[in-house]
């Protein structure tokens, strides 16, 4: 578990967490309820030991118990370019059943990168790789 790891680190360590609201979100994760309550329980001990835990991601609702306890840095998602960049970047990674490079269908890049609007990095590459 991610909060485990954290409290192993040296003291006054700085943790960047990215995109772990899908753990403490009842509708995505069906243990959410023993993570808060893990990050509940450490905070004391991560507060004496000077460890911060920074949770980074474009969407993130602070359960309730833990809303004086958390440092969220919001990022914007990503814009058109960012957009394509990601599904090229998945594009360069895959290589046809003949072993050559797959090539993403110039026709269909407005059409994807529409598609992939208000998605995270994360969640561009994670979406596009399923598709290819």
């Known amino acids: 578990m991610v909060i485990s790891s954290v409290l192993g680190m040296p003291e006054n360590s700085i943790c ?3 995109e772990f609201w899908p753990y403490v979100n009842k509708d995505c994760y069906n243990e ?8 509940s329980e450490s905070k004391n001990q991560l507060s004496h030991e000077g460890k911060t835990i920074i949770f980074l991601g474009a969407e993130f609702e602070i359960p309730t118990s833990l809303r004086h306890d958390i440092t969220i840095l919001d990022f914007s998602l990503p814009d058109k370019d960012q957009i394509k960049n990601n599904i090229l970047f998945v594009g360069e990674s895959v290589k046809t059943a003949d072993g ?6 110039p026709d269909i890049m407005d059409d994807t990168i529409r598609a992939c609007q208000g998605m995270t990095s994360c969640e561009i590459i994670d979406r596009v790789s399923l598709a290819v």
């Open 32 to 39: 959410f309820d023993r993570v808060i309550s893990q990050i």
């Open 16 to 18: 960047i967490i990215k």
């Open 100 to 105: 050559k490079p797959f090539e993403i269908n």
